[in-house]
């Protein structure tokens, strides 16, 4: 019988524009190879950005008046996937190629409205960025994203002293009060005019570290058993790994079991070992007898003797041959890893920028800020790119008129 899967990411702010093309289809060229793009137009649309991620992002946080801390590597917004199996889809009626059966679209329409109640603000959209399903990968999926904003959280309480001011550290850090029994006082606090921008408050009062375990419990309850859906592990509480990561593992599982089967044989081709090699075989010396025998072994013992000498060579070939096939294939793999590793510090380094540069244009030139995200719409990267200088050729040719204007006035 087929599972039920419900998968949470969390991504941060460098990660909107990326994610969103590959979301929203919007470009031609995506890292997921799953995508089949001859396919791509019987996706369906539950809801879909104006301008792209990135300015529907912050449309969200100003539509909400959402506030909350955001800094380079905290979890700006998060993704989540519900979705089966292959062989689950196909007993609904869904074919590669062919538009969605109605029992397909009636299932992640409700999965849809389970997860507005879910993870959408007070039960709506409002916080949602983009829901779209995907039915050019290979297995159909829904997947959307959203801003964990909350109008409940906790907050910490500080010591103050009689003045009513703050207690501090001889270093100038904050003292939290605590009760009598030495544990940190939180007061909790909902505001609905101005929620909070917090996947920790978001998830805490969903249930904290068990929040896990009864959104798939909820969903399993509401939706999975309509469908015959298993829950998967009762009462876990672990999070989904991404595709990216869940391959990799798979990949180095593998590696580790082929590794451990080569080294099984190896050692059993070690301990089946004969004492006597080839050469020593055919060294033997005997005196033939009248009867075709040799003193001190028959000659069919001699043949047979012989022939375990050959086979035990071979095996021990082979066991060598084993052996640097598996130093290649660790070799390789710590390669890759390596590969891998230096991959993921350049893509830091590279949204940094991405994000100052986007961050100093929405403050420095607001215009030109909204002029840059409304190009999203376009297909080609290049030709934002190319966009992109025209406006940038553009406010340089206005700046330099009005410096000669001035210049005149004078």
């Given at each position: 019988m087929s599972n039920q899967v419900v998968r949470i990411s969390g991504y941060s702010k460098g990660s909107l524009t990326n994610i969103g093309l590959e979301a929203e289809r919007s470009n031609i060229e995506y890292r997921n190879e799953d995508i089949d793009t001859c396919r791509t137009y019987l996706n369906v649309e539950l809801k879909k950005t104006k301008n792209g991620f990135y300015a529907e992002y912050h449309d969200i946080r100003n539509a909400l008046n959402a506030h909350g801390k955001e800094t380079k590597n905290a979890v700006a917004f998060e993704g989540m996937i519900i979705t089966s199996d292959k062989a689950f889809f196909e007993s609904l009626g869904w074919r590669p190629g062919v538009t969605m059966s109605p029992e397909v679209e009636k299932f992640f329409l409700e999965s849809y409205e389970w997860a507005k109640s879910t993870i959408g603000y007070q039960g709506t959209d409002k916080n949602i960025l983009s829901a779209m399903i995907h039915v050019d990968e290979k297995t159909p999926h829904l997947q959307l994203y959203y801003l964990p904003i909350t109008d409940k959280w906790q907050e910490k309480v500080y010591a103050k002293d009689e003045n009513g001011k703050v207690r501090r550290t001889e270093k100038g850090t904050p003292i939290q009060e605590k009760d009598n029994e030495g544990n940190t006082i939180f007061k909790q606090v909902e505001d609905t005019k101005s929620p909070k921008h917090s996947r920790t408050e978001f998830w805490r009062i969903r249930g904290g570290n068990q929040s896990y375990r009864r959104m798939q419990d909820s969903y399993h309850g509401q939706i999975a058993t309509r469908y015959r859906l298993e829950r998967g592990d009762i009462g876990s509480d672990r999070e989904h790994t991404t595709k990216q990561k869940w391959r990799a593992k798979q990949e180095e599982e593998k590696i580790q079991k082929e590794k451990m089967e080569l080294e099984k044989e190896i050692k059993l081709l070690e301990e089946k070992k004969e004492v006597l090699t080839k050469k020593e075989v055919e060294?033997?010396?005997?005196?033939?007898?009248?009867?075709?025998?040799?003193?001190?072994?028959?000659?069919?013992?001699?043949?047979?003797?012989?022939?375990?000498?050959?086979?035990?060579?071979?095996?021990?070939?082979?066991?060598q041959k084993y052996k640097t096939e598996l130093e290649y294939t660790k070799n390789e793999y710590s390669a890759l890893k390596k590969g891998y590793e230096k991959l993921k510090i350049e893509i830091i380094k590279i949204k940094g920028i991405y994000e100052k540069v986007l961050g100093y244009l929405e403050k420095q030139f607001p215009e030109v800020w909204r002029r840059v995200n409304n190009m999203l719409s376009p297909n080609s990267l290049e030709a934002k790119i190319e966009r992109a200088k025209d406006i940038a050729a553009e406010n340089r040719s206005a700046n330099n008129n009005e410096k000669k204007n001035k210049d005149m006035d004078r």
């Open positions: 060294e033997l010396k005997g005196e033939k007898t009248i009867t075709g025998g040799l003193k001190g072994v028959t000659y069919a013992e001699y043949e047979t003797l012989k022939k375990t000498a050959l086979k035990a060579e071979e095996s021990s070939n082979a066991a």
